[in-house]
């Protein structure tokens, strides 16, 4: 953990080529009693020398520099000074791309940029930005996990879709890119449950990020639309800027996409879809809650829970940050507690009855090794 001591202020470095986001970010900080801003940077160059001079605990780092640019600099800084690092993204397809990359890296979490200063996002914005510091600032060593093997087999361009009797929601946040890269390609193709996840992303990346996964995983990935049928080996994410439920029909477990107000200020949110797993699998359901701050999900989890499905939390030394899941386990709503690192065997196992064993022997063949420090 970082050493931040009580009523010491969390110190940030702004490193941003735009004057407007040099000038925008420390205003929006400065608003908050425990943060300050120590330096500003106009490019990856100087963000470096400022890094070494200033030692802050918190780096915003702009994806798009001139003379080094924020993806080569994260580089240097992750390695050299382990400083957590927020990436700042615009919402370009090139951006989107940059910033799933920059979390590849090490990059703890991102913001996307406003139009403008006087954008009526702005207030969001800087909520959002003020939470996320206060997170990562107690995270300390940045932690990169050990890249699974990517999946090449041409998958079958049509599979009959069968009801899943199964489903496992996921609901995670902070660190969620990094982890379920590590996850999903090690569940196997023929798992049999449907897969459904909110990671708490904004509108834009979602899409992107869930055909990323798709690239690398034995399952198929999607970015979930309304009416999608939950069907075995079939992951299903969570739109950006919206929430998912799922219906139990006569003709299987049904997708509902909607954009109702946000819930623990996410949307999606976890406890939306949790709590409408809950009423409508039972115990045909898993509950899994992983890395990330705040407690969305940990009271949905609850309710998987008291309708009779299996709970899971992600232990804290695999977290990057242990918000929501420390929140279900302290509230007693998680039945078993598993690192990241054993989360495919016990789902397969939980879904299956069988598998934990061999998937820790199919690990152990391959080398997928516990997390590290760099």
Do not use: W
Request: glycine letters at 10%.
């Amino acid at each position: 953990m970082a050493d931040i001591k009580p009523n010491k202020k969390i110190r940030v470095l702004v490193a941003d080529d735009s004057a407007l986001m040099r000038k925008l970010i420390p205003h929006i900080l400065a608003k908050d009693p425990e943060i300050e801003v120590v330096a500003t940077a106009v490019d990856g160059l100087f963000a470096l020398k400022k890094v070494g001079e200033y030692r802050p605990d918190v780096i915003t780092l702009d994806v798009d520099m001139p003379r080094m640019d924020g993806l080569t600099a994260l580089k240097h800084i992750v390695t050299e000074y382990k400083t957590p690092v927020i990436m700042v993204s615009s919402l370009t397809e090139a951006g989107v791309e940059l910033t799933l990359k920059a979390l590849e890296l090490g990059a703890m979490d991102f913001i996307t940029k406003p139009h403008d200063a006087i954008s009526v996002h702005i207030g969001d914005i800087a909520d959002d930005l003020i939470r996320k510091i206060k997170a990562i600032a107690k995270v300390s060593p940045v932690r990169l996990l050990p890249k699974p093997k990517v999946y090449s087999a041409p998958k079958s361009a049509k599979k009959i879709e069968r009801r899943a009797d199964k489903i496992i929601a996921i609901g995670i946040s902070t660190g969620g890119p990094n982890a379920l890269s590590y996850l999903l390609p090690l569940l196997p193709a023929e798992i049999p449950a449907g897969l459904l996840i909110v990671q708490h992303m904004p509108p834009g990346f979602t899409e992107v990020f869930a055909d990323r996964l798709n690239n690398i995983c034995k399952i198929d990935v999607k970015e979930a639309r309304d009416g999608d049928m939950v069907v075995p080996g079939r992951v299903i994410i969570a739109p950006g800027g919206k929430h998912i439920k799922v219906k139990n029909t006569n003709f299987g477990y049904v997708v509902i996409v909607s954009a109702t107000a946000a819930v623990n200020g996410h949307r999606p949110s976890a406890d939306v879809l949790f709590n409408s797993v809950a009423a409508e699998c039972g115990r045909s359901a898993v509950g899994v809650i992983m890395t990330g701050m705040g407690e969305d999900g940990a009271e949905g989890l609850g309710h998987i829970k008291a309708a009779g499905g299996m709970t899971i939390a992600q232990d804290e030394n695999s977290c990057v940050v242990y918000g929501m899941p420390k929140v279900a386990v302290e509230r007693g709503y998680a039945d078993r507690v598993a690192s990241l690192q054993d989360m495919a065997g016990v789902l397969t196992e939980a879904v299956s009855g069988k598998g934990g064993e061999l998937y820790a022997a199919k690990r152990n063949k391959e080398g997928y090794g516990n997390t590290s420090s760099i």
